[in-house]
């Protein structure tokens, strides 16, 4: 069992960052693929960023370049470094981890851009 637990959503404009952090229960180091993502009202869950054990990372197209995912083990804690944010990057924000054979999601944190 993991318990996640995401921090550091709110409300930006346009152009600004915001940092994510997912905190997890127990040693990350241990866990396998953990990540981000996305999902807007009335919308499917997305893919935003992965990243494995081994610090291979994935990210979705329409964040490449401006999201930048990382992992502390120590801290127990991955986070997602958001700049140059839109009005499109709402959405509520979950964390996710896969520890074999299991998946598990945070409560999501919402993450609102607007002027």
């Known amino acids: 069992q993991v318990q996640l637990v995401e921090s550091g959503g709110g409300l930006v404009q346009p152009g600004g960052s915001l940092r994510l952090s997912c905190a997890a229960s127990r040693s990350i180091f241990s866990i396998g693929t953990m990540g981000w993502y996305r999902q807007a009202p009335g919308k499917q869950r997305k893919l935003v960023a992965l990243i494995s054990g081994g610090g291979n990372i994935n990210y979705a197209d329409s964040v490449k370049g401006r999201f930048t995912i990382s992992r502390d083990n120590a801290k127990n804690t991955v986070y997602l470094q958001m700049d140059s944010l839109k009005p499109e990057d709402s959405s509520v924000y979950y964390c996710?981890?896969?520890?074999?054979?299991?998946?598990?999601w945070g409560q999501g944190t919402q993450v609102t851009v607007s002027s």
């Open positions: 996710y981890a896969f520890s074999t054979p299991s998946a598990y």
